[in-house]
């Protein structure tokens, strides 16, 4: 399959209804979407095949791309095409109304809504619906319910198409079968075609989806504008915008039922086109939860916030019941077991193969999981949240697990599938974790080995400043006994192991942008790491050093990159993980939930940096909040 089958990544744009999402091109096809939730089997995958794995495209006859927008302070797209004198505009969401604010058992229309309306002059419209579900490995049939409607099958599942008219066929392949249809629309015709993941034929008429669309609007719109924002926010500054693009992603990728946040909405993405890195984010990550919620702090979306580490916690505590042994990330609905396994029937974007489902990592070690889960309970009750005494005993737990461990190798933030290393950010977040409980502790007046916490935490600070930190280098590197940089060593300050006007995190820094830094994005590392081929530049990791440059005073230098980024966003505001410094294409998978989530906390740092708020909790890492909490004079002991 040629390159020219598949559009560049950057080309899509995401709806969805907090439970599931999809993927629709400027070409009008829908090329990714899964029912009923976001880590479900596809249903439409042609973004991994473009022959095999189904799509729905609407758009009209002899027009190629068109340009998209969404409806401000929504995630509901418009698609627009121009065609001689027609005008043809399709309209695309997923039904939702009433409040979407925090966490909620109310089931979701699991339906996508394409409203298609021509203006100025007649148009052909054509559509082309293949759905191919479990990934594209189960035998679909289509066939015909009553006028207009058509049922797809396969293996117990069912999606029904309603509102197809005009010249109809239903064609068949090696893959499976395709409904084409031709509809002839006049100026200022409407046409709604909706498809259900159901296997009835339910009436749809026109008026019913604008009703729908009118309250799915206003639904995004309500909790855009929630009533927990103040005078003061993000929302009111240049960057007004993207910051509130960013936010309508994270919740776009939040769901529902339990507050869990995907990394991505996709799975295997490549991060570089034609290789193996191809990895499945349809889960939760421990990784960065704090920073997660302090994005969502920033927006005021509290709830939200809440809701997220309360998840993140209470699936943590509860899978550890039976034998202590965290994980790095969990399913959307806590799971556990997410065993990775390769589909080789699909040929992956762009001929990258393997297409990976599940994810191996899960059962990786990671050291800074550990200083994950406590900092993620500290900033829950920095903004309004509780310690219970369910959750302080597991923290407890968690922090002996941190002293117990802290000398071991691990794999590290990253993931590298390789021999464990002891790596310094690794030793950092052990360090966090036991930095955090003792501040808990010490503020409300918890039981707690001090201590013995005190007593290790300041072993792991000697070690780190020992063997992390390359005097050669000048900066801290990746792992001990190593001279390559990482980026995560740029959260060392923030995370408040050291302050931002020391030597050894200028260093870092300056050494960062030597080497790290490339066309104003910054690589993650660049060593090798057991795997073949190369890798995009990380926009979280960018973001990480924007926030770092703008607490270490280096506030233009921050304002550059941080603008740099601002123009990579696609046409539409979203982010993939990872870019081609030399193109500015988007890699990896997409949208990214940590690319938007470092935007949003760079915005805040930026903007503390030029005026703190008062009555506001100070950002992490920031120096009002490094004298809360002792941190101003070198780091806790």
Known sequence: MSDNSYLPISSYAAIGNTRTAALVGLDGCIDWCCFPDLDSPSVFAAILDARKGGRWRVAPS????????????????????????????????????????????????????????????????????????????????????????????????????????????????????????????APGEQRALVMRYSDGAAAESHDDALHLLEETVEAWRAWVHTDERDDYDLFTGKWRDHIVRSSLVLKLLTHRHTGAMAAALTTSLPEHIGGVRNWDYRYTWLRDSAFTAQALF??????????????????????????????????????????????????????????????????????DVYGELVNAAYELVRFGGSIEPDLWSFLTAVVNAACDVWREPGEGIWEIRGAPRHYTFGKVMAWVAMDRAIRLAEQYSLEAPIERWRHTRSAVRECILTEGYDASVGAFVQSFGSTELDASNLLIPIVEFLPFDDPRVQGTLDRTLERLTHNGVVYRYLNEDGLPGSEGAFGLCTFWLISALALAGRRDEALELFEGMVSRANHVGLYAEEFDPRTNEFLGNFPQAFSHIGLINSALYLAHAERPVPDKPAPVGSAAHRVETGHDSGGAQ
């Not at 580490?309 to 209470?314: D, H, K, N, P, Q």
Request: hydrophobic share 40%.
């Open 62 to 185: 002899g027009v190629r791309l068109g340009t998209q927008r969404y409806i401000p302070e929504t995630n509901v797209l418009e698609t627009r095409f121009e065609h001689d004198d027609a005008t043809v505009t399709v309209t695309d969401f997923m039904p939702l109304e009433g409040s979407l604010v925090g966490v909620t058992s109310d089931p979701v229309d699991a339906a996508i809504y394409r409203l298609v309306k021509c203006e100025r002059a007649s148009a052909t419209i054509e559509i082309d619906w293949s759905p191919r579900f479990d990934y594209a490995r189960a035998r679909t049939e289509i066939r015909q319910l009553a006028a207009g409607v058509f049922l797809a099958s396969a293996g117990g599942e069912s999606l029904v198409l309603n509102g197809v008219g005009g010249d109809v066929t239903i064609t068949h392949d090696d893959y499976g079968p395709t409904l084409r249809a031709r509809i002839d629309l």
């Open 298 to 367: 920033a927006v005021e979306h509290r709830t939200e916030a809440l809701d997220f580490l309360s998840f993140v916690e209470r699936v943590s505590a509860s899978k550890t019941r039976e034998g202590f042994a965290l994980q790095i990330m969990y399913g959307l609905h806590g799971e556990t077991e997410l065993q990775e396994m390769t589909l080789d029937h699909l040929e992956g974007y762009r001929g990258s193969r393997p297409v990976r489902i599940g994810n191996a990592a899960a059962k990786q070690r990671q050291l």
